[in-house]
């Protein structure tokens, strides 16, 4: 008997015509006339549904059909009660704008229709689509908890997918990473960043870039895309063989100059929610900025304000205006013209119309279904957030009153009230900057509370910056940090890790807060030098310390003359996270620091006028090594990203260094060993 060591040895069964025909029939239960008769039928379906979307209802037709068949994720039918959300819907689902944008506020219900149009373009058009996003992690969060349960929740869907089974005899790709299929039917979703080492001189990610699209091409939170995307978003719908291939996309705003802020100004027709007020008869359209938040007139300002320059709003509506609670809890929505109240009536009552031409956006868009002329320049339109029956003005204003700096009031405008950004963004302002210069301190600033030393390492020699510290009024530590003044004593190079520790002996500072990148070693061993459990005859006399003004806890007085060695990264919901470091075979307890919070502290010390620099000080663009020079060539994006590699920086930097590390040492856990502080840029930190 012959034995098989393999399974590969052994001979495989004759495959009879018998036993092909049973595979065939197992695999293929309609055979190959059954596939051919579904792709008939969803053939004459597909040009049923062109015919009657692209010549016939239109928006309506999408209407009717989200209204009877369109289920949420969670299985409830889409909600109604919002009254621009008829308007809305019309712009979105005319076939014949080729190109919208939606500016929004948070919690909309723009992601919401766009899987609603992504779920009729597979059901009734049965036509392929892509759905793009920022990330691939946002990716990940549309496909499985949304668009899935989605399609799941619809009839129709369910129907057509059972039927493709049976006739093609296999089930539908459904996948949580990329990939829908309704009855053979796919929704492609895809990433606009770079993906890795496969994105390396590509513009987008290979995810966007390698799919073809027949009908809308769909991209959400547009704002964070990189440049192009778009565009590139567009091409992938050329081959498409229907009448018209639209494009929808949107996002919460930025600041100035972002993409949905470019997007909206250079679009041909700009549809907002258009008010009449019922005292003075005035028309409007319904915004923040005037509705809500009163124009002030400032100083040196040729145009009336809103906002200043760390973005607190400078007045709005209130009936009470003798406490800051009292104006946000009687606060209300105005008339811009007479500020008489408008009701929820009179806003109810508004209507979309053209910021340009006038026209209102019902109008508009049975005029382009009935010429059936594609309108190829840009259509923007905005979601009114005040107009949104889940918008409690109290309670946005009361978040936008305790944002702590510049990056939360945008974030409060952008994501609360669907507002554009005027603040936060670009470079610090020079203007602003150079009135720092010879800025009297306040009466009763005496001795300073606190001297910290910045340094900002650089080749070869510490950039290297002396500030005195004012306590600002607060309950908390951590508001007098916020509010505190801050006075630039010096500015210089000093050399190697030596000249820091001379310039903080020198000056007798408390705390010297210094980036621990490249001389991670040397920044080690000078942190090790001075460590709280030793006297050394450069640490500051206690008594200096002890002669503050500020309350501190009785350990606080072991612990002066300590460095804080700081490394910068991204951290997500966190300023600072505890951490350590090896260096050289050594471990350094460390603080990660958060690189958007500690270059916005310094944003914030400028543009609220608490920076404090020398009279002598001037302002000249051709010496690159002055502090002012240095202060201005940092970027802020706007995404709230500060833009790495502008060079030179290092003024900001060791600033940076210096203020976080006068908010660490109130609001940080100690090491009980020994004391290193750290914070920072993808490495580490310690205390010195």
């Given at each position: 008997?012959?034995?098989?060591?393999?399974?590969?040895?052994?001979?495989?069964?004759?495959?009879?015509?018998?036993?092909?025909?049973?595979?065939?029939?197992?695999?293929?239960?309609?055979?190959?006339?059954?596939?051919?008769?579904?792709?008939?039928?969803?053939?004459?379906?597909?040009?049923?549904?062109?015919?009657?979307?692209?010549?016939?209802?239109?928006?309506?037709?999408?209407?009717?059909?989200?209204?009877?068949?369109?289920?949420?994720?969670?299985?409830?039918?889409?909600?109604?009660?919002?009254?621009?959300?008829?308007?809305?819907?019309?712009?979105?689902?005319?076939?014949?704008?080729?190109?919208?944008?939606?500016?929004?506020?948070?919690?909309?219900?723009?992601?919401?229709?766009?899987?609603?149009?992504?779920?009729?373009?597979?059901?009734?058009?049965?036509?392929?689509?892509?759905y793009c996003v920022e990330e691939k992690l946002k990716l990940m969060d549309i496909v499985g908890p949304r668009a899935q349960p989605t399609i799941d929740s619809i009839e129709a869907a369910q129907m057509l997918r059972m039927m493709a089974l049976k006739m093609r005899g296999r089930k539908d790709t459904d996948t949580k990473q990329?990939?829908?299929?309704?009855?053979?039917?796919?929704?492609?979703?895809?990433?606009?960043?770079?993906?890795?080492?496969?994105?390396?001189?590509?513009?987008?990610?290979?995810?966007?870039?390698?799919?073809?699209?027949?009908?809308?091409?769909?991209?959400?939170?547009?704002?964070?895309?990189?440049?192009?995307?778009?565009?590139?978003?567009?091409?992938?719908?050329?081959?498409?063989?229907?009448?018209?291939?639209p494009l929808r996309c949107g996002s919460t705003p930025g600041a100035e100059g972002g993409v949905v802020d470019v997007e909206v100004k250079t679009s041909r027709y700009f549809f907002d929610w258009f008010v009449t007020c019922p005292h003075c008869g005035s028309g409007q359209f319904l915004s923040p900025k005037g509705n809500l938040f009163r124009p002030v007139s400032v100083e040196g300002k040729?145009?009336?304000?809103?906002?200043?320059?760390?973005?607190?709003?400078?007045?709005?509506?209130?009936?009470?205006?003798?406490?800051?609670?009292?104006?946000?809890?009687?606060?209300?929505?105005?008339?811009?013209?007479?500020?008489?109240?408008?009701?929820?009536?009179?806003?109810?009552?508004?209507?979309?119309?053209?910021?340009?031409?006038?026209?209102?956006?019902?109008?508009?868009?049975?005029?382009?279904?009935?010429?059936?002329?594609?309108?190829?320049?840009?259509?923007?339109?905005?979601?009114?957030?005040?107009?949104?029956?889940?918008?409690?003005?109290?309670?946005?204003?009361?978040?936008?009153?305790?944002?702590?700096?510049?990056?939360?009031?945008?974030?409060?405008?952008?994501?609360?009230?669907?507002?554009?950004?005027?603040?936060?963004?670009?470079?610090?302002?020079?203007?602003?900057?150079?009135?720092?210069?010879?800025?009297?301190?306040?009466?009763?600033?005496?001795?300073?509370?606190?001297?910290?030393?910045?340094?900002?390492?650089?080749?070869?020699?510490?950039?290297?910056?002396?500030?005195?510290?004012?306590?600002?009024?607060?309950?908390?530590?951590?508001?007098?940090?916020?509010?505190?003044?801050?006075?630039?004593?010096?500015?210089?190079?000093?050399?190697?890790?030596?000249?820091?520790?001379?310039?903080?002996?020198?000056?007798?500072?408390?705390?010297?807060?210094?980036?621990?990148?490249?001389?991670?070693?040397?920044?080690?061993?000078?942190?090790?030098?001075?460590?709280?459990?030793?006297?050394?005859?450069?640490?500051?006399?206690?008594?200096?310390?002890?002669?503050?003004?500020?309350?501190?806890?009785?350990?606080?007085?072991?612990?002066?003359?300590?460095?804080?060695?700081?490394?910068?990264?991204?951290?997500?919901?966190?300023?600072?996270?505890?951490?350590?470091?090896?260096?050289?075979?050594?471990?350094?307890?460390?603080?990660?620091?958060?690189?958007?919070?500690?270059?916005?502290?310094?944003?914030?010390?400028?543009?609220?006028?608490?920076?404090?620099?020398?009279?002598?000080?001037?302002?000249?663009?051709?010496?690159?090594?002055?502090?002012?020079?240095?202060?201005?060539?940092?970027?802020?994006?706007?995404?709230?990203?500060?833009?790495?590699?502008?060079?030179?920086?290092?003024?900001?930097?060791?600033?940076?260094?210096?203020?976080?590390?006068?908010?660490?040492?109130?609001?940080?856990?100690?090491?009980?060993?020994?004391?290193?502080?750290?914070?920072?840029?993808?490495?580490?930190?310690?205390?010195?």
């Amino acid at each position: 008997m012959k034995v098989f060591h393999n399974a590969l040895q052994m001979p495989r069964p004759r495959l009879t015509a018998a036993n092909r025909n049973s595979i065939v029939k197992n695999r293929d239960p309609a055979g190959l006339a059954g596939r051919r008769l579904f792709a008939e039928q969803t053939q004459a379906q597909k040009q049923k549904a062109i015919a009657r979307f692209w010549y016939g209802d239109g928006y309506l037709y999408f209407q009717e059909w989200v209204k009877q068949n369109y289920r949420t994720h969670s299985g409830l039918p889409l909600r109604w009660d919002e009254p621009f959300f008829a308007g809305f819907i019309s712009a979105m689902a005319n076939p014949w704008l080729l190109r919208v944008t939606v500016v929004k506020g948070a919690q909309m219900g723009f992601t919401e229709i766009l899987i609603a149009l992504v779920a009729f373009c597979l059901v009734e058009l049965r036509s392929s689509t892509i759905y793009c996003v920022e990330e691939k992690l946002k990716l990940m969060d549309i496909v499985g908890p949304r668009a899935q349960p989605t399609i799941d929740s619809i009839e129709a869907a369910q129907m057509l997918r059972m039927m493709a089974l049976k006739m093609r005899g296999r089930k539908d790709t459904d996948t949580k990473q990329r990939n829908i299929d309704v009855g053979g039917v796919p929704v492609y979703f895809a990433f606009a960043g770079k993906a890795g080492k496969s994105g390396q001189g590509r513009q987008v990610s290979s995810s966007l870039s390698s799919v073809p699209v027949e009908a809308y091409a769909i991209a959400d939170e547009v704002e964070s895309f990189p440049p192009g995307a778009l565009n590139i978003l567009l091409e992938r719908t050329s081959a498409s063989t229907l009448p018209t291939c639209p494009l929808r996309c949107g996002s919460t705003p930025g600041a100035e100059g972002g993409v949905v802020d470019v997007e909206v100004k250079t679009s041909r027709y700009f549809f907002d929610w258009f008010v009449t007020c019922p005292h003075c008869g005035s028309g409007q359209f319904l915004s923040p900025k005037g509705n809500l938040f009163r124009p002030v007139s400032v100083e040196g300002k040729s145009e009336m304000q809103y906002f200043d320059a760390t973005g607190n709003p400078l007045d709005w509506f209130y009936r009470d205006g003798s406490t800051l609670a009292s104006k946000i809890e009687t606060s209300y929505l105005g008339c811009s013209k007479c500020y008489e109240e408008l009701s929820r009536s009179t806003i109810e009552g508004g209507a979309y119309r053209c910021q340009h031409s006038g026209e209102m956006l019902a109008d508009f868009t049975d005029r382009v279904q009935k010429t059936r002329k594609p309108i190829v320049e840009g259509v923007a339109l905005r979601l009114p957030r005040l107009a949104s029956n889940l918008f409690k003005l109290q309670e946005r204003l009361a978040r936008l009153a305790q944002a702590r700096n510049i990056s939360d009031r945008a974030d409060c405008l952008q994501q609360g009230f669907g507002e554009v950004s005027s603040f936060g963004a670009g470079r610090i302002d020079k203007s602003l900057l150079l009135e720092c210069i010879g800025r009297p301190l306040p009466e009763g600033c005496g001795k300073p509370d606190l001297i910290v030393v910045g340094a900002d390492q650089g080749l070869g020699h510490q950039i290297t910056v002396v500030t005195y510290w004012y306590w600002g009024e607060g309950k908390t530590e951590r508001e007098k940090w916020e509010r505190a003044r801050v006075e630039v004593k010096w500015f210089g190079f000093a050399y190697r890790m030596e000249g820091v520790e001379s310039v903080a002996r020198e000056w007798q500072a408390d705390f010297v807060g210094i980036d621990m990148n490249p001389e991670a070693y040397s920044a080690g061993q000078l942190a090790k030098k001075f460590r709280p459990d030793r006297e050394t005859e450069s640490c500051k006399p206690i008594e200096a310390v002890r002669s503050s003004s500020v309350e501190r806890s009785p350990d606080y007085f072991d612990k002066a003359g300590i460095a804080f060695l700081f490394y910068q990264t991204a951290l997500k919901g966190e300023e600072v996270r505890n951490s350590t470091r090896k260096v050289q075979g050594e471990e350094y307890p460390a603080f990660a620091l958060d690189r958007t919070f500690g270059m916005d502290s310094v944003l914030e010390l400028v543009h609220s006028g608490r920076l404090h620099l020398p009279k002598d000080w001037v302002y000249d663009p051709r010496d690159k090594e002055s502090f002012l020079y240095q202060m201005l060539t940092p970027e802020r994006t706007a995404k709230a990203q500060w833009v790495e590699g502008n060079e030179p920086d290092h003024a900001f930097h060791a600033l940076n260094f210096a203020s976080v590390t006068a908010m660490c040492w109130f609001d940080l856990p100690r090491p009980t060993s020994f004391v290193f502080a750290g914070v920072g840029n993808k490495q580490s930190s310690a205390y010195y």
